[in-house]
C-alpha cells in the first residue's frame, strides 16, 4: 500500500547559489501516494533523481510535525500550500488530485536571500529578536513562579500570540513582504504579560527598528499573512503593534548624558 | 521614516481625507434638490469665501499631498523589499486584489484628482484669486458632464475611489492600532456601507446631469 | 581501579548539591573574559547553558545545524514539564520527584544526579515564568497543572501543546538577547564535525559551514554538547529529520566513554506507520492518556474484520473491548509508564489482535470519558436531566476539543480520519534515548574540559524517562547545574593560564593554529571526500531505512540474544555497503544536504552496532531494555540487581571494537525494589 496512483508535474524552482539565475524545472512524478506528506513527496522525487544521477532538491525542512518551522515551500502561489493552519510538513498529498501541476518556489523576499533551490536565509529574524524579544532577567535571580499573578485571558492571549514558529510565511505570503506579523507577535507576548513591562518601551522601539534596517516591506493590511500563519496568528497583534509604537515614541524621552563612569 | 509611522500618517491623513470626502459629498448631494442649483451653490458660496474654511482648505491640500507623498514612497519600498517575484500567483486565496492594489487604485485616484480639479477647484479658485469672484458651478457641472467621456471618465474615478475605500477604511483603523473583535463589525460595516454610498452618490452626479433628470 | 570516577560529593543525599554549591571554585570576572566556551547544539540545554555561560561573563560561541537556534527539535515537545512545587497541595515534594523518577527509571539512574534535578525542578518554573513564557494559568491567576504517566501527583506544568515550543523560545530568547550584547557568538548552519583534544583535554572544534562547505576552527577552554539523542539511529522515530549522534560519537571517537547506548524510549502514542515512504512518525501527546482508553478486541476475528475493514470500532459492543492496560495495571490504567505500555500495546498486536491494516495499531478512544466524564459533568451544568446520548456526544465533544483541540486535528491532518468519529490509531514508536555520553556529577565526560548536557548525555532517566521529565533535565542541566560545575575545571585552567602567561607555546596563545587542529581537519576534510568518492548507487537514505529495519526488529521494544546477535552482523553487513555503494552527488563546498545526511548515517551505522552490543551484553530486562529471556511469566520486565546495578560506560577502542566500563549504581535514600504499577 505504499505506492499510490498519483500522476503529478513537479515545477520546482531550482538555483544553484545566491548569486546565479535561478528558474523553474519541470520534474514529472508518479506512484504518489495520498497519505504521504508533501515532503516525502519531495523525499520521493529526490530519491528518483540520485538514482537518476541529477543532483537532489534542496530544501529545508526538520521536525516534520508542524512546529519547528523550519519548512517553507511556496506552493501553486501560497505559503505552505493551499490548506490553512498548516506547515508544509503537515500538507497531505490527499490535498491534490490526479493529473495536477505543482509550481514549488522559495520564500522571496530581499530580506530572506535565497541559498540553493529552495531554501532561504532568515536569520534576519533572530537579528530582531535579539534587539529585544526577551526579557533581560539573568538565570537565578527571579522569584517564584506564583509571585505575581496573571490572569487567565491575559495568559492565553499571550500564548496565541507566542505560537509563532518564525518560518517566514507571513513575509513571503506579503504583497510587501512585510515582517510586521511575526515581530507583532512577539512584542504582543511579552506587552500582554507582567513581566514584560519594564522593557515594553525601549523593546518596540528597537524592534521595528531593526526590521526596517533589514529591508522588510511596509505593511498595508492586506490581511494575507493572517490567513496564510500556520499558527493563526491575529492581525490584533500588528494593531498593537502599531499602538506600543505610537505610545512609545511619543512618551520616549531624550537620553540624559550622564557621562559614564557611574557607580 | 519607521515603517510604523509610514502606516500611522496613512491611516491618519486616510480619515482626514475621509472627512473631506463626507463634506464635499453632503453639499454636492444638494444638486439633487432639483432647483436650479440654487441651494448647492450657496453652500459652495459659504465654503468658497468662509476664511476659516479657506485656512482648512489648505490643511486639505496638504493632506492630499501626505497621503499622496506616502503612498508613492510605501509602493517603491515595498517593490524593492521583493526584488524577485514568484512565478505562480494565488494571492486571491488569503486576501482581496483591492488591498493588494492600493497603490494602483491610488495612482488612478490621482489622475482622476487632478482632472477634476483641472474641471473645478482650480479654475473656480484662479477666477476668485483674478476677479474676486467664484465661477457658476452649477453651470460648469452640467457644461462638462454633457460629455459623455467625461462622465464615463468621472464615473471610472468613482469606481476607482470604491474599491479604494473599501480597503482603506478599514485599514486606517487597523493602522491606528483600532483592532478589537467587539468592535471590528462596526468598522467593517461602517466602512463597506460608505465605501458604496459616497462613490454612488458621486457618481450619480455626472450621470443624472448627463441624462438631465437635473436641471 | 575503575577509570570512572563519578565525583558524587559527600555528605547526605539532600545535602550533597548545597554542599557543592557552596564549596566549588569560582573563576572571578575578569578571568572570566578570557575563557572562551563552545556550546554545540542550541535546544533548550545548549540555549540555556550559552545564556547562562554568557550572562556570567565567559566568552560564548553556539553552534547549531538548523538556520537558526530556535528550531532544536525540544520545541516539538508536546505535553509538559515537571517540577516539585506542590502548588496542587497534593502531597507533591522533592522527594518524591526524585523518587518517582528513580523508580520511573527502573533503579538505573545515579541517586545524586537525580536528586539534585529535583531540588532544583522548582527554579526552572521561576525562571521561565520570569522570562515571559506563557505557562498555563487557572483563572485565578496561579500557574495550573497535569498529570502524566508514572506519577499519582499532579506536578507538570504546561502551555497547551506547545510546551516544549514556549519553553525553548524563551531559553532562545535569553539566548539572542546575550547575542545581541555581543557575548555570545552565533554559528547558525554549523555542524560540528569533529572534537578537538590537546594533551588529552577538549580544546574545540571542527565544524563546517553548510552553506559554503568550508571547516572551521574554533577554540573553547571547555567544549559542550547539548546535541540531543540519536533515536533516528531507528530511522523512523519522532525525532526531527536533522536529529543525529554525529557530535556525541566524534566525541565518543575522541575518549568520551558512551552511558547505557540500548536504553531507549518508545514512546506508546504515536501516530501508526502508514506506508513505506514514511518519513518520521508523529507523537500524539502523553497527555491525551488521562482522558483515551486503550483498547484492543477480544477477538481475534474481530480484529481481523477490523484490518480488513469489515468492521468499524463503533460496532465492536463493549463486552468484547479489552481495556488491556485497565487489565493489567488496575492502579494506574491507562497512566502507566511509557516503556510498560508500550511493550503492552506490542504484546497485543504481537498476539493477533492488532487494528490497523498492518496489525499494528490499536485504539485510543475518548468516547467513555467524553460522554460519561464530560458530557455529563455539561449536562448537569445545563440542568438536562436525562440527556441523550447525542446529548451527551455533544456536549463532551466541545470539552474534548477545547482540551486537546490541536492534537485531534493534527490527527485529521496526518491521517485523514476524523478522531472525534472515530477511535485514534496509536502505535509505539522510538522517541527518546537515555543513553548517551557518560558524565560524572560535573557533567563532565571522561575526556576533561568536554562536558554533556541534556538528552546528549545518560545521566539521570535511568533505562527509562518519564513524561515531562526531559524538558526538566536540559533546562535543569543548562541553567543550574553547569553554570557552577564548568567553575571546577575552569578555574584550574586559570591557574593553569597564569602559569603560562608569557610562553609563546601556551594553548591559549596557540589556539587554532595547534597541530591537533590541523590534524583534526585533516581528517574531516578527508573523511568528506570519502564519502563523495564512493561513487556508489544507492542514495543515503536506502542504508539508513535498512539500518532502521534491523534496529527496530532486532533491537526495539523486545530484545533477545539471538536476534542482537544477528543484528550486529547485519549492521556490519550494511556498514560495509555503504562505504562501497553509497551515492552523494554534488562537492563538499556547497551546501549539500545529501552530504550531511551520509555523515549522520556512516556515525548512526557505527553507533547501531554499539547499542546492540549494550543490549546483548545487559543480561536483564529494565525499563526501555526489553529482554524476552527476562520476564516474569505474566511478561513483566525481570530486572537482576546482583549483576547489572551499574551504568555500563563503553569505550572505543576502533571500528566495532568497545571496552566495557561499569559505574556501580548505590541506592541510599531508596530502597531498590521490584518496579510495579498494578
Redo the contacts between chains.
Sequence with gaps: ???GNMNLTL?V?RQ??THSEGK?VTYPISGI?????F??MI??L??EL??K????V?????????????CSM?I???AHG?KR??TTC?L?M?SFKDGDTI?I?PW????FPI??DL?V???A??RI????????????S?????NI????DK??E??EA??C??CGACVA?C????A?LFVSAKIS??AL?P??QPERNSRVLSM??Q??HE??????????CE??CPKEIS??N?????????MA?LTKKKKKNTGGGAG | MISIWKKVVMGLTGLFLISFLVVHCGINSLIFLNDGGKTFEAAGHFMGTNPVIRIMEIGLVIGFLIHIIDGFVLWYQNTKARPQKYKAKGGSANSTWYSRSMGLLGTLLLLFLILHTADFWIPNRANQFTTGHELPLFERMKNIFSQPLWVVLYVLGCISLFWHLLHGFRSAFQSLGINHSKYNPIIKIAGTGFAIICPFVFAMMPITMFFGWIK | MSKLDSKIPEGQLDQKWTTYKSKVALVNPANKRSLEIVVVGSGLAGASAAATLAEMGYKVKVFCFQDSPRRAHSIAAQGGINAAKNYQNDGDSIYRLFYDTIKGGDYRAREANVHRLSEVSGNIIDQCVAQGVPLAREYGGMLSNRSFGGTQVQRTFYAAGQTGQQLLLGAYSALERQIGLGTVQMFSRHEMLDVVTIDGKARGIIARDLVTGKLERHFGHAVLLCTGGYGNVFFLSTNAMGSNVTAAWKAHKKGAFFGNPCYTQIHPTCIPVSGDHQSKLTLMSESLRNDGRIWVPKKKEDAEALRTGKKKPNEIIEEDRDYYLERRYPAFGNLVPRDVASRAAKERCDAGFGVNQTGHAVFLDFTFNMKEKYGRTEATKLGIEKPTDDQLKELGQAVVKEKYGNLFDMYAQITGVDPYEQPMMIYPAVHYTMGGLWVDYNLMTTVPGMYALGEANFSDHGANRLGASALMQGLADGYFVIPYTIGAYLSAEVTRMSAEKGKTDSIDKVKTNHPEFEKSEKEVKERIDRLLNIKGTKSVDHFHKQLGHVMWDKCGMARNADGLKKAIEEIRKIRAEFWKDLRVLGSGDELNTELEKAGRVADFLELGELMCIDALHRNESCGGHFREEYQTDEGEAMRDDDNFAYAAAWEYKGEGQFELNKEELKFEAIKIAARSYK
Aim: charged share 25%.
Design positions: 500500500m505504499s505506492a515545477k524552482w544553484k547559489n523553474l501516494s495520498p497519505d504521504m506528506s515532503l516525502e523525499d520521493v529526490n530519491e540520485i538514482n544521477g541529477q543532483e537532489p534542496a530544501f529545508d525542512h526538520d521536525c516534520r510535525e508542524g512546529i519547528c518551522g523550519m511556496y501553486n502561489g501560497r493551499p493552519a498548516i503537515q497531505h490527499r509550481v518556489e522571496k523576499a530581499k530580506s541559498i540553493k531554501v536565509d532568515r536569520t529574524f533572530d529578536i535579539a534587539k529585544g524579544g526577551y526579557i533581560s532577567v539573568n538565570t537565578g527571579v522569584k517564584d513562579a506564583n499573578p496573571i490572569p487567565k495568559v492565553d499571550a500564548l507566542a505560537a514558529i518564525g505570503t504583497v510587501n513582504s512585510s510586521m507576548q511579552l504579560l513581566q514584560g521595528v527598528e526590521m526596517d529591508g522588510f516591506g511596509n505593511c498595508t493590511n492586506t490581511g494575507a490567513v496564510e492581525l490584533e500588528i494593531a498593537r503593534m502599531n499602538r506600543e509604537f505610537v515614541s
